[in-house]
């Protein structure tokens, strides 16, 4: 879907198409270097990331096994509840292997410092975050990001897998929202 499509909805694009798979090439380039001769698992944090995984994963430039977990940290909302729970567990075993995390943004660090120590505890070689937007003024846990497409400010963004309420993760680019979106 096209911004054209939300004419109305969308304040500012910050981010086309474009410039998102540019960034996530430049990224895949880093990614094959760090792991070059290992066995890499690149996991899915559903459903925000499939868009990113799809993009990253096309960008790399050696075999990958691709996993998904869900977790749910949001209500239907714009605020983080700091809980929790796996939805969707991996299928594969980690046991000895290298695991990138996968997720479209960080904003409280909440979902992606719990989700790096629970799969620290399965025993992997080791486990790595790359996120393509990180919010650095609302971090509420420290978390160590390997890779980061781009810092932005503190704002609800969406576009390219995130959501409000369900709603525009189909959007080509990432924006932010309209106020009256949200009344
Ligand atoms: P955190 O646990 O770091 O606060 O965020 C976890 C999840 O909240 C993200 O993976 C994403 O699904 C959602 N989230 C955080 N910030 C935003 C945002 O600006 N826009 C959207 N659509 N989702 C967000
Ligand atoms: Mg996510
Ligand atoms: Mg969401």
């Not at 309420?165 to 189909?170: S, V």
């Amino acid at each position: 879907m096209d911004a054209g499509a939300v004419e109305g909805d969308l304040v500012e694009v910050l981010f086309t198409e474009k410039q998102i798979v540019d960034r996530l090439a430049e990224l895949a380039a880093e990614v094959d270097r760090d792991y070059e001769g290992k066995d890499l698992v690149i996991v899915g944090v559903l459903r925000g990331a499939v868009m990113v995984m799809a993009d990253l994963a096309r960008a790399l430039d050696r075999h990958v096994e691709m996993d998904w977990m869900a977790v749910s940290s949001y209500g239907s909302g714009t605020k983080s509840s700091g809980v929790v729970r796996i939805l969707k567990d991996l299928d594969s075993d980690i046991s000895g292997r290298h695991v990138l995390i996968v997720d479209e943004i960080i904003d409280t660090g909440l979902t992606l410092s719990w989700l790096t120590s629970n799969l620290s505890s399965r025993g992997p070689a080791s486990v790595e975050i790359l996120t393509l937007l990180r919010k650095p003024e609302a971090l509420q846990m420290p978390v160590d990001v390997k890779y980061v497409g781009w810092d932005i400010p503190n704002e609800f963004v969406v576009g390219y897998g995130l959501d409000y309420r369900e709603r525009y993760r189909n959007l080509r680019d990432i924006g932010t929202l309209a106020p009256h979106v949200y009344s």
